[in-house]
């Protein structure tokens, strides 16, 4: 297995990436009080089949903040300089969260680079998945969070990310990673998120499509899955018992093992 941590620019800004694996590409999207680390247990069991890509996204992890200004579009725009960057072709695209969302625009954007994609816990931007009250207090709550301290900003928040029967240890472990947010970027992700509806471009998805949803998701709940199940011609929903909206972490096993063999189904 081939093992990289590594930066590169696009469009002005240092992206910060880690790369393992050989085989078909994989571009791993992570939500936005994360970064590249959420996905360990996929970069670790997924990398023997697959070029797995993590990035961390404009103004998260190791990647240098973007103007505050930046929205979904621009998001979309630095991804799609990224893979073509590294030369990664036509990879599968998975996003969780604020990263699904962010895969969506991706493909409106620039339909030709995700061969397939797989969204988790994932909007179609909370425009386009929420009520307007609930948008406003959610961005509201955000930016306000945005200027806590670390551990506040970690209290605050951890609560909505996972059911309340996920191991302490992961949760502790997710906490370690949110705690090193960045302020700046952080508001642009939730600016993005609040701003962004992307249901017109659901009808439109032609590639294979897998959504995966925990049924204790307090942040993208059932309704939110089945609204894009039902708007997206080529989707397929897997529903995961017990399971809150990290479920790239709580509930890695399943989700590694739906992943694989739908994309093994999109190769064959």
Request: negative net charge; contains cysteine; hydrophobic residues 45%.
């Amino acid at each position: 297995m081939v093992v990289g941590m590594d930066q590169l620019e696009v469009e002005g800004l240092s992206i910060a990436y880690e790369r393992a694996g050989e085989g078909p590409p994989l571009v791993l999207l992570h939500g936005f009080v994360g970064d590249s680390r959420e996905w360990r247990r996929q970069i670790d069991e997924l990398s023997d089949e697959f070029t797995v890509v993590a990035w961390d996204a404009p103004g998260s992890g190791r990647s240098s903040d973007p103007p505050e200004s930046f929205r979904m579009p621009d998001y979309a725009d630095c991804l799609a300089g990224f893979v073509n960057a590294l030369g990664l072709g036509r990879p599968h695209v998975a996003g969780l969260s604020f990263g699904g969302a962010l895969a969506l625009e991706l493909y409106r954007r620039h339909p030709t680079i995700p061969i397939a994609l797989v969204l988790a816990s994932a909007y179609a931007g909370w425009a386009g998945s929420l009520p307007p009250e609930v948008v406003e207090q959610r961005l509201r709550q955000s930016l306000q969070a945005s200027d806590l301290p670390a551990d506040r900003f970690v209290r605050a928040v951890i609560p909505t990310l996972f059911s309340e029967s996920a191991p302490a240890e992961l949760v502790d472990e997710f906490g370690a990673i949110m705690s090193e947010f960045h302020s700046a970027g952080f508001r642009a992700m939730a600016r993005s998120l609040a701003e962004a509806d992307l249901r017109d471009v659901l009808p439109r998805i032609a590639v294979p499509t897998l959504l995966l949803y925990g049924d204790k998701d307090v942040r993208a709940p059932l309704n939110v899955a089945e609204d894009l199940h039902a708007a997206i011609p080529t989707s397929r929903l897997v529903v995961m018992p017990g399971v809150g909206h990290m479920n790239n972490v709580e509930a890695a096993e399943r989700l590694n093992a739906e992943v694989r063999a739908f994309l093994r189904s999109v190769q064959n």
